[in-house]
T-cell receptor
Framework: AQTVTQSQPEMSVQEAETVTLSCTYDTSENNYYLFWYKQPPSRQMILVIRQEAYKQQNATENRFSVNFQKAAKSFSLKISDSQLGDTAMYFCAFMKGETSGSRLTFGEGTQLTVNP | EPEVTQTPSHQVTQMGQEVILRCVPISNHLYFYWYRQILGQKVEFLVSFYNNEISEKSEIFDDQFSVERPDGSNFTLKIRSTKLEDSAMYFC????????????FGEGSWLTVV
């Protein structure tokens, strides 16, 4: 079974600064996908970024980028130029890559607060 | 942009009552899911559904739960006899038929059992 661990329950950052959220996972799979989802106070789950494990290049999406270290089973999210609207709970998630329709396994989440 | 829609957004029900949560997945998606999030906890997988049958379910998804796709657009989660511990946010989600495809979530249905 896969496990996802987010060791930072809460983090805060000043507006316009950079923050990194940590995520580690444990799996025996070689082919998988990793995701970061954001859950603002509205509680909707919104995709932030996606990484294929077979790709060495780290995914980027505007101000969001990841540091994917496959050997270390680490998948951190970097948010640059933080904005007040980035305040949310951030969940790291794992998906096996062998079949369609695989489930997501989520971490416990990190509550990020962006301060003005 | 297409999105997953869920109704109701919030429902309060008495313990022991049946509840049906409804979802309209994204139209060209073929995999449908239900996830649950108890307040303050992480999001947990309940069930996935493909080609009109359950493709995978978790240990949470016991006999009191059922899913159905009654027509070409709706996807429902039924809880037969609700318990206090069923109080949670229930997320419907969908994805296309491809390995590793992104799962898109609805806004959730908040269920309160009293």
């Amino acid at each position: 079974a896969q496990t996802v661990t987010q060791s930072q329950p809460e983090m805060s950052v000043q507006e316009a600064e950079t923050v990194t959220l940590s995520c580690t996972y444990d799996t025996s799979e070689n082919n998988y996908y990793l995701f970061w989802y954001k859950q603002p106070p509205s509680r909707q789950m919104i995709l932030v970024i996606r990484q294929e494990a077979y790709k060495q290049q780290n995914a980027t999406e505007n101000r969001f980028s990841v540091n994917f270290q496959k050997a270390a089973k680490s998948f951190s999210l970097k948010i640059s130029d933080s904005q007040l609207g980035d305040t949310a709970m951030y969940f790291c998630a794992f998906m096996k890559g062998e079949t369609s329709g695989s489930r997501l396994t989520f971490g416990e989440g990190t509550q990020l607060t962006v301060n003005p | 942009e297409p999105e997953v829609t869920q109704t109701p957004s919030h429902q309060v029900t008495q313990m022991g009552q049946e509840v049906i949560l409804r979802c309209v997945p994204i139209s060209n998606h073929l995999y449908f899911y239900w996830y649950r999030q108890i307040l303050g906890q992480k999001v947990e997988f309940l069930v996935s559904f493909y080609n009109n049958e359950i493709s995978e379910k978790s240990e949470i998804f016991d006999d009191q739960f059922s899913v159905e796709r009654p027509d070409g657009s709706n996807f429902t989660l039924k809880i037969r006899s609700t318990k206090l511990e069923d109080s949670a946010m229930y997320f419907c989600a969908s994805s296309r038929r491809a390995v590793g495809n992104t799962i898109y979530f609805g806004e959730g249905s908040w269920l309160t059992v009293v």
